[in-house]
C-alpha cells in the first residue's frame, strides 16, 4: 500500500504526482492523504475544487481514495486505517471463475466489440490469475483486436461489477484458438450475478431520477407560477405548478 501525503497547503506540485507514478508503476494499492488541511482558509477549502484537481493530475491512479486530514490536530486521521483495511480487501480479492465469466459474459453481449481486420473479436473464458492487485486474463481470438476503449469498458464493468472500486486491477488478454465456450458458473454464481445487477440497476435508475429532480430544481420548474390566458372567455386563469413536459 502506498499512502501518498501532499501537503495541502502548498497545492498538489509535479513531484506529489511523480511519487503518485512510483505507486502505479508498482501496481500498488493507494490512498491520497491531503495533509494541513487545518491550514487552508475558508477559500482554499473547497474540498470539490482540490479534489478535482488531484483527479485531473492524478488521472492514473483515479481508483485511490482521498482523504482530507490535519496531522497536527488529528482531524480525520481516524478515517486513515479504515480505509487502508478496506483498500487491502479489494487488493487480495479473488472472484469465483464461474461468476468471473459471467460478468465479462454478460458485459461482451451488451456492448459488443469493433469488428478487427474484418473478424468479429470473440471472448472464449476468463480466469483471474492472481491477487494483489486482482490480476485478470481473458482469451480471445485476436488479443490483437482489443481495442483500448473496449478494454476500458471490460475493466469499468469489473469494478462496478466485482465490486472492485478502490484497487488497481489489471486485465490482459491472451490467444485462445479452438473452440472453448464461457465456463459458466453454478447456480448460486447465477444467483449472486442476478442479484448484483439488480441492485445496479435500480442504483442507476436512483442516480438518474436524482441528477433529473436536480435538474429540475436547477432551471425553478417546480415553482413557476404562470398565466393561461384562455381565447374563449379572455380570462386569465393561473395556474401553478411544473412545466407540462412531453
Ligand atoms: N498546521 C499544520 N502543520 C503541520 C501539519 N503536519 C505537519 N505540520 C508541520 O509541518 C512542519 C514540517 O514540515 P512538513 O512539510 O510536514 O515536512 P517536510 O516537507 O517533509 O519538511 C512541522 O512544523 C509540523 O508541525 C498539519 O497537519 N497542520
Ligand atoms: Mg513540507
Given at each position: 500500500m502506498a499512502l501518498i501525503l501532499i501537503d495541502a497547503d502548498e497545492g498538489i506540485t509535479d513531484q506529489d504526482i511523480t511519487i503518485a507514478g512510483y505507486a502505479e508503476d508498482r501496481g500498488c494499492g493507494a490512498l491520497f492523504l491531503l495533509n494541513k488541511w487545518d491550514l487552508l482558509d475558508e477559500d482554499r477549502k473547497d474540498v470539490k475544487h482540490y479534489m478535482e484537481e488531484l483527479r485531473?493530475?492524478?488521472k492514473f491512479l483515479s481508483f485511490a481514495p482521498a482523504i482530507t486530514i490535519s496531522a497536527l490536530t488529528g482531524q480525520r486521521c481516524h478515517k486513515i486505517l479504515d480505509e487502508v483495511v478496506s483498500i487491502h480487501e479489494e487488493y487480495c480479492h479473488?472472484?469465483?471463475t464461474g461468476l468471473l465469466n459471467r460478468i465479462i459474459e454478460d458485459a461482451v453481449r451488451?456492448?459488443?466489440p469493433s469488428m478487427h481486420k474484418g473478424r468479429r473479436l470473440k471472448f472464449f473464458y476468463s480466469t483471474q490469475v492472481s491477487a494483489k492487485p486482482p490480476t485478470f486474463v481473458c482469451f480471445v481470438n485476436s488479443p490483437d483486436g482489443v481495442h483500448f476503449?473496449?478494454?476500458?469498458y471490460l475493466v469499468n464493468q469489473?469494478?462496478?461489477?466485482?465490486?472492485?472500486k478502490k484497487t488497481p486491477i489489471k486485465l490482459y488478454f491472451r490467444e485462445k484458438t479452438g473452440k472453448m465456450e464461457f465456463s459458466g458458473g453454478?447456480?448460486?454464481d447465477e444467483r449472486i450475478f442476478q442479484k448484483k445487477k439488480q441492485h445496479l440497476r435500480k442504483k442507476d435508475?436512483?442516480?438518474k431520477e436524482h441528477s433529473r429532480k436536480k435538474k429540475r430544481a436547477g432551471s425553478?420548474?417546480?415553482?413557476?407560477l404562470w398565466i393561461f390566458l384562455t381565447p374563449l372567455t379572455g380570462r386569465a386563469i393561473p395556474f401553478s405548478g411544473p412545466w407540462p413536459t412531453g
Open positions: 485531473f493530475k492524478s479473488r472472484i469465483n451488451r456492448t459488443e476503449s473496449y478494454k476500458r469489473l469494478r462496478d461489477m466485482i465490486p472492485l453454478s447456480k448460486e435508475k436512483e442516480r425553478g420548474d417546480e415553482l413557476g
